[in-house]
């Protein structure tokens, strides 16, 4: 047997071409069949479904409307990303999450490119199998909504200044990779608002005083750089503003300063609240976040050090949105590229103890999800006989999910003890269990998602829908995705809902009093014109007992749909 060949058969599989491709093709597979396979739950995926349809439907490209009401609170990159893929594809699930899905797998090439350039291969391989099996990032990649769009564009913002600050670099690859790095910071900036470059600044601005390396700002191509990042972002800036003189003010005072500095959107926290996130969304890598971390304070001598500018980077984006006045899970999504080069390079870097303590904790998990699901489905006997049905279902996922977690952690635990390949296998295999177990998760909750949303009441509403003109309203609550679905905008009634600002500007677009609301329904019916309603429970036993005439078409525990009653 040649040398040749015993070489390439104790070639490790992080380095097998033929290994990776079959991991890439897998996951790719899985990652865009997921895209479609739930329905869009609220609040956020109907929201931005909807924002998007609206704006192809109207032709309007700059006023951001939501529900037919301008809806200043993010900048439009999310929208005309979804409007151009209804565009291409038509109106769909999968069609709202392909940006999002899109930004989440940028992110993962983006560590795996940036990991291979500014460390090595192994590294930039190991970086994408952690990335692209974390719970948070995998997860947020098939969800439609602003986190993982803003998250893609600041890997690229992250990424690009990590290939051109590394040592070695010719002139030619640092120039494009700043640019890429500025661009990100625009994309990045029309994703979510200032933090698209306020927060990359200040990470810069702590890299320098800490390694007082002032040289690295005279290599940053501030001239076309800035030249870039104001012709991607200007253009809607000034033209939004031109168009809704109200827009200045609301968006950069009201959707930043307070929202940072005070609770007025009522999302706060305790200091620890992203602690535990932060736990969760790293599976399957928990056990070696610690070490990855505490890697990023190795002095290397290097003049650069990447290493320690992805622990800025993490801990002060973790540190910021802590601190702020308004706090969602999806916040502290931006630190996971930067967690996973920083596992990647301590996986590859030390032994196999962590990833022996990450494989361990999977069992722990396993262990505790077999012996936890039946008890939160005990919790859930309070609730209607839906939702407890709906649990039981859930749980009967929730129990393969744990069961995996066990064995993945199991098997890995013995290959990383193994010498030669057996800690990349072990990576591999803990990669594999880590991503499949969260996109199990994610289909297991279908028939919740499609509850939350109220799929299930579309063909009774559309048999109501017998012109483009039958009114639908909204009383007391306003559905975030059936008006996606059902290719209607709905009439606000007494709950303004997240457009009571735009409804300031356009009070003609709602009906603040139930009163007004009555007189139209009873108008409507002794017109004999149709038109349907959708409320709470506790507005329709207030109704009924007032003796307003309505048709239920469809209820469940979340709303009731009436109709104007038939004529006799």
Not at 117 to 130: D, H, K, T
Not at 237 to 255: R, S
Not at 332 to 345: Q, S
Request: hydrophobic share 50%.
């Amino acid at each position: 047997m040649s040398h040749t060949t015993l070489k390439s058969r104790h070639k490790s599989p992080l380095e097998s071409t033929r290994t990776l491709w079959a991991l890439a093709i897998s996951f790719l597979i899985i990652w865009f069949y997921m895209l479609g396979a739930r329905t869009l739950v609220p609040t956020d995926e109907g929201r931005y479904a909807e924002m998007g349809r609206e704006m192809l439907a109207s032709g309007d490209w700059i006023t951001l409307r939501l529900n037919g009401i301008k809806y200043f609170e993010k900048p439009p990159l999310q929208n005309w990303m979804n409007a151009i893929s209804f565009a291409l594809f038509g109106l769909g699930d999968w069609q709202a999450r392909l940006w999002t899905g899109l930004c989440g797998l940028i992110g993962v090439a983006a560590v795996w490119l940036t990991g291979k350039r500014v460390y090595s291969a192994r590294v930039g391989v190991i970086a994408a199998l952690v990335l692209g099996s974390s719970f948070y990032w995998a997860g947020m990649g098939h969800v439609n909504s602003l986190d993982m769009g803003l998250s893609g564009m600041m890997t690229l913002t992250m990424c690009g200044l990590l290939l051109g600050q590394r040592d070695g670099v010719s002139a030619t690859e640092q120039r494009n990779a700043m640019l890429i790095c500025w661009a990100g910071m625009a994309l990045a900036t029309m994703s979510k608002g200032l933090i698209g470059f306020v927060l990359p600044g200040t990470v810069l601005i702590l890299y320098t005083l800490i390694t007082r390396d002032w040289r690295l700002w005279t290599r940053l191509h501030f001239g076309k750089g800035l030249l870039l990042f104001f012709a991607i972002t200007a253009p809607w800036f000034i033209l939004i503003a031109l168009k809704n003189p109200e827009h200045p003010h609301f968006f950069f005072i009201h959707e930043h300063f307070d929202r940072f500095t005070s609770g007025v959107h009522k999302r706060g926290g305790a200091w620890h609240y992203f602690f535990p996130l932060l736990a969760l969304g790293i599976i399957p890598w928990l056990g070696a976040l610690i070490q990855g971390l505490l890697s990023g304070m190795k002095k290397t001598p290097t003049r650069f050090q990447p290493s320690l500018m992805l622990l800025i980077w993490a801990v002060f984006f973790f540190f910021f949105f802590s601190i702020s006045g308004s706090k969602l899970p999806g916040y502290i999504l931006p630190i996971f590229p930067a967690l996973a080069l920083l596992i990647a390079v301590q996986l590859e870097q030390s032994g196999s103890r962590s990833l022996q303590v990450a494989a361990i904790l999977m069992v722990l998990l396993g262990l505790g999800g077999l012996l936890g699901v039946g008890k939160a489905i005990d919790i859930s006997k309070n609730k209607p006989a839906l939702e407890q049905a709906l649990s039981a279902a859930y749980a009967n996922w929730l129990y393969v999910v744990a069961a995996l977690a066990l064995l993945g952690g199991a098997v890995s635990w013995l290959l990383a003890r193994k010498p030669g390949n057996g800690k990349d296998w072990a990576i591999i295999v803990l990669a594999t269990s880590g991503y499949l177990l969260g996109q199990i998760a994610f289909l297991g909750h279908e028939p919740w998602g499609r509850y939350i949303a109220g799929s299930a009441h579309i063909p009774a509403i559309q048999k109501e829908l017998v012109s483009a003109t039958t009114p639908i309203y909204a009383v007391g609550r306003y559905e975030q995705a059936l008006p996606f679905y059902l290719q209607r905008t709905v009439i606000l009634v007494e709950f303004p809902d997240e457009m009571q600002f735009g409804l300031q500007q356009q009070p003609e677009l709602w009906i603040p009093k139930r009163e007004d609301f009555v007189a139209k329904w009873q108008a409507h019916q002794q017109a004999g014109e149709p038109a349907v309603a959708i409320m709470r429970d506790d507005v329709y036993d207030d109704l009924n007992k007032a003796g307003v005439a309505m048709r239920v078409i469809a209820q469940d525990p979340k709303r009731i749909i009436v109709a104007v009653p038939l004529a006799k």
